[in-house]
């Protein structure tokens, strides 16, 4: 019975996990427009820092790693958050300023393979190809928990956390802040001609895009206590994409439902299932082309995704209904009437005051 | 009560608005601009004609800062905005239309006035989050003034529809609405009566009137003569990337060169044109 509930709160600690990506991902691509291929590199940089300040110096151990603060949770974990937002910094600084759309992507896919290779090969970074392992599990000292209460805590632990960070995405996708994100994705020249300093503004989604993506990393090495370049293959980007564009590019909730489709009952369900007999393995590569046709079909029929994003309709001020709504201005103005309608400006707004 | 004019940028008193002198641009071999030079008068209507291919919507390009300018210099009341980035040139002041209209298909017709503003303390991570109140205060403000520029521009019952949806000349509506509420002191028409019904273009020139009762200066690029002559206190004239002329229409139809390059080819194709 332990088991059963050992796979449930792995599944639930992945589907929040994901869910904090897809957040990450979403406000650089579903809301800013960034086309961000290399996203999977800043959550190893989140996972990677938040690992190697949380173990001890590496003098003395059989792994190879800078930092070793000893760092308590949750202090390691915003480490990683704040790391990835200083790649994203040094990224757009390559990349924003000049490139767009198709081009941006093939130049972030570059430098995500440029990333992989280094932390691959640079084994006093982070251990090289064995990646970092032994990080310590954030509490599990102090409360005395077994690993399979562990698993049940910190599953917990980062549903609070996504909670909290789906509130504050919330509350910026739902400012002008994130009304200026989806006027650049639309149209950035058009946002440009309007005042806009597009680059800031790109600028400013990496960066909330790439903390999601850094405490989503960190939550996967505490979680698993490990994490090595096998776990961020170039291509795991495209899961990540999956996920947002199955459950609805532009809407949070549509990011939850994507994650529990892709990433929980596609990706890890089926890991915990038996391997077919005599075909180890395959269960995966099923996996992976599962993904990939599911992907087609919903780029194919439904692009908007399973819950698409929402209309944003305000609330209109007191008395707004009673003043305007039936008095819709369909007749031709004159020409030669034109400062009755100057006027009417003015008034209007004394009558909403009132 | 917040006047539309309360919101205009400051760009100097008295004088011209924009003065733009000897501005050059080629695209390889082509000299699309070669040596435009022209005032545009405060408060006024101005409208930039010509023959096609004169280089009217590489002006504005220039002027706006979506292109670079090779040589020349443009300067905005007492600003040198010369190759200045497009936003600064639109936060100080001067908004722009494109020929064909550019809406922020994603957004609402709502959202496409309120993202206008040129700076919002809503756009700031910081106020989000810790100054809440000031957010909502300024919102509420720019929603009853969207509202109202939606209603003057009788777009107000499409307000939550998404901008895509809207027809063509809808279309153009919202995005001169749109420049309306950016509060501009020099807005930029390209060719705004382009591509629209008879009544619509009564509707437009009504617009543009408004503007300049309200203090905007406008220099809109237009082919049709006759709002030009009814609206426009003032015409430039511009062929083969070069100033021809200005003056008013009258004084135009009685000048030579501009008869010859530009007139004379409409008077003859009739009217309506």
């Given amino acids: 019975m332990a088991q059963f509930w050992f796979?449930?709160?792995?599944?639930?600690?992945?589907?929040?996990?994901?869910?904090?990506?897809?957040?990450?991902?979403?406000?650089?691509?579903?809301?800013?427009?960034?086309?961000?291929?290399?996203?999977?590199?800043?959550?190893?940089?989140?996972?990677?820092?938040?690992?190697?300040?949380?173990?001890?110096?590496?003098?003395?151990?059989?792994?190879?790693?800078?930092?070793?603060?000893?760092?308590?949770?949750?202090?390691?974990?915003?480490?990683?958050?704040?790391?990835?937002?200083?790649?994203?910094?040094?990224?757009?600084?390559?990349?924003?300023?000049?490139?767009?759309?198709?081009?941006?992507?093939?130049?972030?896919?570059?430098?995500s393979l440029v990333l992989y290779d280094v932390i691959n090969n640079y084994v006093r970074l982070f251990n090289g190809a064995d990646g970092l392992y032994n990080v310590p599990q954030p509490m599990a000292g102090v409360l005395h928990l077994t690993s399979n209460a562990f698993v049940v805590f910190f599953a917990c632990v980062t549903g609070v956390i996504s909670l909290i960070m789906w509130a504050g995405m919330s509350r910026i996708t739902r400012s002008p802040l994130g009304r200026t994100f989806r006027a650049i994705r639309d149209d950035p020249d058009v946002a440009s001609a309007l005042g806009k300093g597009v680059f800031r503004y790109q600028l400013t989604s990496m960066l909330i895009g790439s903390f999601y993506a850094g405490i989503g990393g960190g939550l996967l090495i505490q979680f698993g206590g490990s994490f090595n370049p096998t776990a961020w293959l170039p291509g795991e980007t495209f899961v990540v994409f999956a996920v947002i564009i199955v459950g609805g590019v532009g809407n949070n909730v549509g990011l939850l439902m994507g994650a529990l489709l892709v990433e929980t009952l596609l990706i890890h369900l089926p890991a915990f299932l038996p391997d077919i007999p005599g075909h180890p393995g395959l269960i995966e590569y099923i996996d992976a082309m599962v993904i990939g046709v599911m992907l087609m079909v919903m780029l194919w029929f439904r692009p908007q995704g399973i819950i698409p994003e929402k209309i944003r309709r305000f609330a209109l001020p007191v008395g707004e209904l009673l003043n305007r709504d039936g008095h819709s201005v369909e007749a031709p103005v004159e020409v030669a009437s034109t400062v009755t309608s100057a006027t009417s400006i003015g008034e209007t707004h004394e009558g909403n005051q009132g | 009560m917040m006047t539309y004019q309360d919101t205009v940028a400051p760009t100097g008193v008295g004088g011209p608005i924009l003065r733009c002198d000897g501005i050059t641009k080629a695209f390889g071999g082509v000299n699309a601009v070669?040596?435009?030079?022209?005032?545009?008068?405060?408060?006024?209507?101005?409208?930039?004609?010509?023959?096609?291919?004169?280089?009217?919507?590489?002006?504005?390009?220039?002027?706006?800062?979506?292109?670079?300018?090779?040589?020349?210099?443009?300067?905005?009341?007492?600003?040198?905005?010369?190759?200045?980035?497009?936003?600064?040139?639109?936060?100080?002041?001067?908004?722009?239309?494109?020929?064909?209209?550019?809406?922020?298909?994603?957004l609402t017709v709502l959202e496409n006035l309120l993202v206008a503003p040129k700076v919002q303390a809503g756009e700031s991570l910081f106020n989000i989050f810790f100054r809440p109140r000031l957010l909502k205060r300024e919102e509420r403000q720019n929603l009853e003034r969207a509202l109202d520029i939606l209603q003057t521009y009788g777009l107000y019952d499409l307000r939550d529809n998404r901008a895509r949806e809207l027809s063509g000349g809808q279309k153009k509506l919202l995005e001169i609405s749109r420049g309306v509420m950016a509060a501009p002191s020099l807005f930029l028409l390209d060719e705004p009566m382009a591509g629209v019904n008879p009544a619509l273009i009564e509707r437009i020139g009504g617009y543009i009137l408004d503007m300049?009762?309200?203090?905007?200066?406008?220099?809109?690029?237009?082919?049709?003569?006759?709002?030009?002559?009814?609206?426009?206190?003032?015409?430039?004239?511009?062929?083969?990337?070069?100033?021809?002329?200005?003056?008013?229409?009258?004084?135009?139809?009685?000048?030579?060169?501009?008869?010859?390059?530009?007139?004379?080819?409409?008077?003859?194709?009739?009217?309506?044109?």
């Fill in chain 2, 34 to 106: 070669n040596g435009a030079t022209f005032e545009v008068p405060r408060n006024k209507i101005t409208a930039l004609i010509g023959p096609n291919g004169a280089g009217k919507t590489t002006v504005v390009n220039l002027l706006s800062g979506a292109m670079k300018i090779d040589s020349g210099k443009v300067q905005l009341g007492t600003t040198d905005i010369t190759n200045l980035e497009r936003y600064k040139i639109a936060r100080l002041g001067l908004m722009r239309t494109f020929q064909l209209s550019r809406e922020l298909g994603g």
């Fill in chain 1, 7 to 111: 796979y449930v709160f792995t599944l639930v600690f992945f589907l929040f996990d994901y869910f904090i990506l897809a957040m990450g991902l979403n406000i650089q691509y579903g809301e800013t427009g960034i086309l961000n291929f290399a996203y999977i590199g800043f959550v190893a940089i989140g996972a990677y820092v938040t690992g190697a300040v949380s173990l001890p110096n590496s003098v003395g151990t059989a792994q190879q790693y800078i930092f070793g603060f000893n760092m308590p949770f949750p202090f390691s974990l915003l480490a990683g958050g704040v790391a990835s937002m200083l790649l994203a910094v040094v990224v757009a600084a390559i990349t924003l300023r000049r490139l767009r759309t198709d081009y941006l992507a093939m130049v972030l896919i570059s430098l």
């Fill in chain 2, 212 to 273: 300049k009762a309200q203090g905007v200066t406008v220099l809109m690029i237009e082919h049709n003569l006759n709002v030009v002559e009814r609206i426009c206190d003032n015409v430039i004239v511009l062929a083969e990337g070069r100033t021809l002329a200005t003056g008013t229409m009258k004084e135009l139809r009685e000048n030579k060169e501009v008869v010859t390059a530009y007139l004379g080819e409409i008077i003859n194709a009739g009217p309506g044109h």
